[in-house]
């Protein structure tokens, strides 16, 4: 298995795409709990781990191709998609473009129609990462993303994920936060062309991917479904798997397909 990507378990086909700043890693709580109903790809998306580094811009289409490449590579004609924060962006606009390709999509943490103040808040932090200290930047982002109650009991999975964004090549981080950054109308244009069934989740005290957000995602789209777990911030993966993970088994397993008809 390459430092890139990791595919583990069986079943049907499952594919996870990681956040903004973070890498394949992030699923190492999930992807246990899924693995004896799935079989799990999880990889780096451009400008992350050891992901191919993004030249210039970050365009949307190019993390589609990305995604296009992984599932030939595996060997597989569709899947269901996974997308957490800008991974949902992205398996958002993959499932529009290539519809045919994805089965079930899951949109976890994932921006939707930001406010005028939140789009001003998200480009405030753009702009101060250009020049703060990686290190205190990095704090801010894990007070926001975890609840008080994880940092406390789980130091050294929070640890883990402050060495990732410390270590994250500045230019390649800032080309694909910009394009989360401006990214909140991606899904507003894709939902009406996203024809297969969506789960759509979030944490009830993440400010940055609100209930708000997914509630009316979840509208948006022609066969969309929300939940709302209370008392989580932005990182369901690695603080609520075992919710996550039912919550996938409910939604993608043959029963779960019925029961949501």
Known sequence: MSRQRQRSGRGQPLVLLHGVGLDHTLWDDLAPLLEADFDVLRYDLLGHGAGPAIEGLAHMPDFVAQLDAELDQAGWSGAHVLGYSMGGLIAGAYAAARPQRVKRLILLSTVFQRTADEAQAVMARLAAAATQDVQAAAAISLQRWFTPGFQAARPERVASIERRLVQNDR???????????????????????????????????????????????????????????????HMLPVEAPAIVASALQAFLLPQGAELSA
């Open 171 to 233: 230019a390649n981080f800032l080309a694909a936060y910009r394009l989360f950054a401006e990214g909140d109308q991606v899904l507003a244009n894709a939902a009406p062309d996203i024809a297969c069934p969506a789960l759509v989740m979030t944490g009830g005290e993440d400010v940055g991917s609100t209930p708000r957000m997914t509630r009316g995602l979840a509208r948006a789209l022609p066969d969309g479904r929300a939940r709302v777990i209370d008392g989580q911030r």
